[in-house]
């Protein structure tokens, strides 16, 4: 029987299952930590916790994964540069039902569940959206039981965590490894190796083409495996997670002293998995990230054979049994590298390769920025990988053929389409040309991808394209995060929306009742409360639960526009300096993002928002009316805690730019009303509540477009609107110690997403979410309306529809 830490102060508990877990408890402390449970730490019980859930979850995988050989289930192989898991610990244990029994087996040895949750480092494996909406497919994939692997890097610093110092973002690395690793099962027999460099020596003999990869760098992977199990167990997915390394020192060179030549092969080796996203404004740095996802995608496709031969005779057979999905341009690479080997390897024809390839990859595009649609200097890449260069240049030649016959020999269209052109190698138009389906993530961005970025390869395959709008994992961000909401919920309807959150739609009819709408708005009170203590302890300042909370939450880039909520405040702050007694909606501003840490003028941005807050909270006059708080080191855990705060939701992009978005789903879900403009996922939401539970402002994307072919002039804004002349002007003239003459020149300049051209609708927008804020059983109806609508945008939905229109897989039965 285990024994207590505490006296009899714990109640010993005589459910029999938790007594189970106890003694597996008991087990891993002694085995791996060699201790005691009452001389084991809370650390100890954390990692011991989380080492008897992998192994569950383990066998749970196995069991699966046979199921689905035996019923010859379709694999989906999800390829991401990120995975933004957060922390498994809580989503493990809601997700197996265990979250009581793991309460009662730890109060056996008077140890709080609570303070493990608390240990945790956020798995910081991913930037933003992207990484976050893998994590949340991974969920989903395991509760549909559609047997899937997701494949990414084992970064050894995760995204960095932010420190802000004086306002300036500065970053700091993110050491998530000591805290994450538990979960992590090391898979020795699955490494692979990895080429760079070198040269490609080839003939043929009769029929017979021979390839030899001479002088190569070689790179082993090594693979981690995550466990991430869905709801009930229904199934478990994996994240493989590859850790580059050295295939061993160069002794001869070590012995003959070159030491740090020998130590510095090395590291070059090891440096792959090293960071998530190096700068990439130099050679090295470029170099770096095509290292980087050609070491992705090779060892991931040398596994996804490996895995298919194991069970099948032929890879004939691999467009039936398994999906190659490209999440991004990042992973573009699996393409040629599956053709590499097919050819090389399995002596398939290039007909034959070809046709396996692109039956059974998949591209989803994220994004319509420029810069974003990834390109590489022809010369890096033929240096760094002469085979993928030779196939990709084959793949090129071969596509261009058959385009320029399909357009009647329009050579400027073929021009547009080309996989290679000058001297740049472009990633998504190999996409385009390779894959078997292409997909934007909301429905006005896969129609901008068909009539603008894509529009010529539409007009020539337009059976290529469809549309999955993005989704969130709804028992994470509602479920998890906000259990009061969920209760509430659970209260009125039943528990069937934990699995199918369409049956959300039925709290509709509880916005016409009373007491339900002063209950919701009692939680969100709560929720808000919890919030406060949390920004009193880590920004020092006191907010105002009864307040609007005004949330956006994002990665910090000009498109998402954190300046024109800026502008906004500094105007609204300006006004109330100028008339403190005027009717007021107090409001609290509330920012989280971290920029790219070569993106100045985003951290000019970030500099102007805490600027910005240190004024207003020095002025007795205004600061009891209007807050601004930037919440440091923006992240998943944090996300949790203030999704269900949020009364605002700020979508603020200009319509047009934004893919889809996520976090607009998370917050709506949690019954914050969006204040946004037509863009992205924002189109969708609209439909979904009705015009009359949204704030909307701001450009079309047709008006957006139409203006830039008009000639936008944004100085023309500044002199003749007044709020923005003398918003501008201040910041112009500064406060502080330091102007924003940057930011200030980048909106009267260019202006490159219009934030002037939208300003005066957003200040609309604003004071209207703030007269109805006023009125608590209106607003709350709306809040209400908006987490009944949310249930499409479950990535549960989005998994359905890729199953459906993409990947034609069916779940384990």
């Not at 990633?427 to 909301?442: E, F, I, K, R, Y």
């Not at 005027?582 to 000019?604: I, Q």
């Amino acid at each position: 029987m285990p024994h207590r830490r505490n006296d009899s102060t714990h109640k010993h508990s005589h459910q029999p299952r938790a007594t189970v877990l106890a003694e597996e408890l008991k087990a891993k402390l002694l085995h791996n930590f060699s201790v005691q449970p009452e001389v084991a730490t809370d650390e100890n019980f954390y990692h011991a916790l989380a080492l008897v859930l992998r192994d569950r979850t383990r066998s749970l995988r196995v069991d699966f994964i046979d199921k689905g050989y035996q019923q010859d289930s379709k694999q989906v192989y999800y390829l991401c540069m990120e995975f933004l898991m957060g922390r498994s610990l809580k989503n493990t244990l809601y997700n197996l039902n265990l979250t009581e029994e793991a309460r009662a087996a730890l109060d056996m040895y008077g140890v709080r569940l609570e303070s493990l949750y608390e240990l945790e480092p956020d798995a910081g494996l991913g930037n933003g959206g992207l990484g976050r909406l893998a994590a949340c497919f991974l969920d989903g994939l395991a509760t549909k039981a559609i047997p899937a692997m997701g494949y990414s890097l084992l970064y050894e610093y995760g995204i960095f965590r932010q420190k802000l110092v004086d306002g300036w973002q500065t970053e700091l690395p993110d050491f998530w490894l000591p805290g994450g690793e538990s979960w992590l099962l090391p898979r020795p027999e699955l490494t692979k190796e990895v080429r760079f460099d070198g040269s490609i020596r080839e003939w043929w003999d009769g029929d017979y083409h021979y390839i030899v990869h001479e002088n190569a760098t070689v790179v082993l992977a090594q693979a981690y495996d995550l466990m991430v199990a869905g709801k009930d167990g229904r199934g478990v997915s994996i994240l493989r997670l590859w850790k580059s390394t050295a295939p061993g020192m160069d002794m001869s060179l070590f012995n003959q002293g070159e030491y740090i030549r020998a130590m510095e092969q090395k590291a070059m080796a090891e440096v792959i998995t090293q960071v998530l996203y190096p700068a990439d404004n130099h050679w090295e740095g470029k170099s770096l990230r095509l290292s980087q996802q050609y070491f992705l995608v090779s060892a991931s496709v040398q596994d996804i054979v490996r895995r298919h031969l194991d069970h099948y005779d032929t890879l004939d057979t691999l467009p039936e049994l398994a999906t190659i999905h490209i999440n991004d341009t990042h992973p573009t690479l699996a393409i040629p590298e599956l053709m590499r080997i097919l050819l090389d390897d399995c002596g398939y024809s290039w007909d034959g390769a070809w046709d396996i390839v692109s039956r059974c990859t998949a591209y989803t595009n994220h994004t319509v920025m420029a810069e974003a649609l990834e390109c590489w200097p022809e010369d890096l890449f033929r240096q760094r990988l002469p085979r993928i260069y030779q196939i990709v240049k084959e793949i090129n030649d071969r596509f261009s053929a058959q385009m320029m016959s399909a357009t009647s020999g329009d050579s400027e269209k073929t021009g547009r389409m080309a996989v290679i052109s000058y001297g740049f190698i472009k990633m998504a138009n190999l996409c385009v040309a390779a894959t078997q389906s292409v997909n934007g993530v909301s429905q006005l961005h896969s129609d901008i991808l068909k009539k603008d970025v894509f529009r010529d390869a539409y007009s020539v395959m337009p059976e290529k394209f469809t549309n999955v709008t993005n989704g969130i994992a709804h028992r994470r961000w509602l479920c998890q995060a906000n259990p009061e909401l969920t209760a509430f919920i659970r209260n009125r309807i039943g528990d069937g929306f934990v699995l199918d959150a369409s049956e959300l739609s039925k709290l509709k009819p509880y916005a016409d009742d009373p007491a339900s709408l002063q209950e919701f708005a009692a939680i969100k009170r709560r929720n808000k409360e919890r919030l406060a203590q949390y920004i009193l302890k880590s920004n020092g300042i006191r907010v105002d639960p009864d307040s609007l909370f005004d949330v956006q939450v994002k990665r910090l880039h000009e498109y998402k526009r954190q300046h024109l909520n800026a502008l906004h405040i500094l105007h609204t702050y300006l006004e109330l300096k100028n008339d403190p007694n005027r009717e007021f909606t107090p409001r609290t501003y509330l920012f989280g993002a971290k920029s790219a840490p070569g993106y100045y003028l985003a951290k000019e941005i970030i500099q102007f928002i805490c600027d910005l807050s240190k004024i207003i909270e020095a002025d007795p006059v205004v600061r009891d009316k209007l807050r601004v708080v930037y919440l440091e080191d923006y992240r998943v855990t944090l996300a949790e805690l203030l999704m269900p705060a949020a009364d605002i939701s700020e979508q603020i992009s200009l319509a047009g730019t934004e893919a889809s978005g996520t976090g607009n789903m998370k917050l709506m879900m949690n019954g914050a009303v969006t204040l946004g403009t037509l863009d992205g996922a924002n189109v969708e939401i609209c439909e979904a509540v009705g015009r009359d539970n949204i704030f909307l402002f701001g450009m079309t994307a047709e008006e957006a477009a139409e203006r830039q072919r008009q000639g936008y002039n944004p100085q023309s804004y500044y002199v003749a609107g007044e709020n923005i002349r003398r918003a501008i002007n201040a910041m112009l003239q500064g406060f502080g110690e330091r102007n924003y003459a940057d930011v200030a020149g980048s909106l009267t300049g260019r202006d490159p997403y219009m934030v002037l051209a939208d300003f005066e609708d957003y200040l609309r927008a604003q004071k209207e979410s703030a007269a109805v804020y006023r009125d608590t059983n209106r607003f709350m109806r709306m809040a209400l309306l908006n987490t009944a609508g949310s249930g499409v945008f479950a990535a549960d939905r989005s998994i359905q529809d890729y199953s459906d229109r993409i990947w034609h897989c069916r779940p384990i039965r």
